[in-house]
């Protein structure tokens, strides 16, 4: 029972605290003048985010404890390599999907 009432409470804490921090600009509006310096570093806030995400994801294998596990025989780097190369050249998201799950299924059976 206690363990409930700690998962609820964190979870409308949390919710609280997601209203805030999104709805700070909104409520504020004009009264307060955000420096050029920080809109230029949120600006890369999703990419960060995604990056953190996807790296492990890439570059260790699923069941990794530390970086030191990296390994070069993992499909997936090939496969996010493909992406990488793929998107540059070509800019479209389907072209870049098809090239990299070819690669990270070829690499699946040659290593």
Same mark, same amino acid.
């Given at each position: 029972m206690q363990i409930d009432l700690n998962i609820t *409470?964190?979870?409308i804490g949390m919710t609280v605290v997601t209203i805030c921090s999104r709805s700070f600009f909104l409520l504020l509006g004009e009264r307060i003048k955000v420096s050029p310096l920080i809109l230029e570093? &949120?600006?890369f806030a999703p990419l960060a985010a995604? &990056?953190?995400? *996807? $790296?492990?994801?890439?570059? *260790?294998? #699923?069941?990794a404890a530390s970086? $030191?596990?990296?390994? *070069?025989?993992l499909p997936n780097i090939w496969g996010g390599i493909a992406a990488l190369? $793929?998107?540059y050249f070509t800019k479209k998201m389907l072209i870049t999907l098809v090239i990299s799950m070819a690669v990270f299924t $070829? #690499?699946?059976?040659w290593l």
């Amino acid at each position: 029972m206690q363990i409930d009432l700690n998962i609820t *409470l964190l979870i409308i804490g949390m919710t609280v605290v997601t209203i805030c921090s999104r709805s700070f600009f909104l409520l504020l509006g004009e009264r307060i003048k955000v420096s050029p310096l920080i809109l230029e570093a &949120i600006r890369f806030a999703p990419l960060a985010a995604m &990056i953190a995400i *996807l $790296a492990p994801e890439i570059f *260790l294998p #699923a069941s990794a404890a530390s970086v $030191a596990e990296f390994n *070069l025989r993992l499909p997936n780097i090939w496969g996010g390599i493909a992406a990488l190369i $793929a998107f540059y050249f070509t800019k479209k998201m389907l072209i870049t999907l098809v090239i990299s799950m070819a690669v990270f299924t $070829a #690499a699946r059976f040659w290593l």
